[in-house]
T-cell receptor, first 112, second 112 residues
Framework: DVKVTQSSRYLVKRTGEKVFLECVQD?????MFWYRQDPGLGLRLIYF???????EKGDIPEGYSVSREKKERFSLILESASTNQTSMYLC???????????FGQGTRLTVV | KQEVTQIPAALSVPEGENLVLNCSFT??????LQWFRQDPGKGLTSLLL?????REQTSGRLNASLDKSSGRSTLYIAASQPGDSATYLC???????????FGKGTSLLVTP
């Protein structure tokens, strides 16, 4: 079974902190994605990566950056956390553009 | 940009009923369409993937169909059970991008 693992289920951070969310997949997938999910807004794409060191902005990249130094790991970075970044963050991976996407268990981030 | 709509937003049915969840999308040039299940506070679990060349996929009591020409997909759940209670999300990726575009989901409650 494909496994996508996010480093934390719950995080509480203070405004202005630099926050790292880590995601690891074990199936050698080329594509990895970061989404955030908010009530009434659904899932929105923040960034995705289709290869090591390659990244593309999604619909809401402002305030975020990403890093993909190894194929299996995709990190989301909040440069200076703000309260409006309180959300559920979901990582996903897929083998190709048309491949089945698999999600991690989610990280509930609260910024106070 | 691909727009995905799910109707209804919420549905309550008694145990044992057969039910249909609807998903529509604006861009018929899709790679695939995927149905997910999400339990409260959890990540997404992939249920079914329909490639653009396929018309339907089945897994157990679940059957998903795809009609690209009309921009519609349906998820049929047979003999519903209380354990089916969850939010169901559909998503597609058009052949202009890698990432999935999500509907806002249908919240299903199956009552004993």
């Amino acid at each position: 079974d494909v496994k996508v693992t996010q480093s934390s289920r719950y995080l509480v951070k203070r405004t202005g902190e630099k926050v790292f969310l880590e995601c690891v997949q074990d199936m050698d997938h080329e594509n990895m994605f970061w989404y955030r999910q908010d009530p009434g807004l659904g899932l929105r794409l923040i960034y995705f990566s289709y290869d090591v060191k390659m990244k593309e902005k999604g619909d809401i990249p402002e305030g975020y950056s990403v890093s993909r130094e190894k194929k299996e790991r995709f990190s989301l970075i909040l440069e200076s956390a703000s309260t409006n970044q309180t959300s559920m963050y979901l990582c996903a991976s897929s083998v190709t553009g048309a491949g089945e996407a698999f999600f991690g268990q989610g990280t509930r981030l609260t910024v106070v | 940009k691909q727009e995905v709509t799910q109707i209804p937003a919420a549905l309550s049915v008694p145990e044992g009923e057969n039910l249909v969840l609807n998903c529509s999308f604006t861009d018929s040039a899709i790679y695939n369409l995927q149905w997910f299940r999400q339990d409260p506070g959890k990540g997404l679990t992939s249920l079914l993937l329909i490639q653009s060349s396929q018309r339907e996929q089945t897994s157990g009591r679940l059957n998903a169909s795809l009609d690209k020409s009309s921009g519609r997909s349906t998820l049929y759940i047979a003999a519903s059970q209380p354990g089916d209670s969850a939010t169901y999300l559909c998503a597609s990726n058009s052949n202009s991008g890698y990432a999935l575009n999500f509907g806002k989901g249908t919240s299903l409650l199956v009552t004993p």
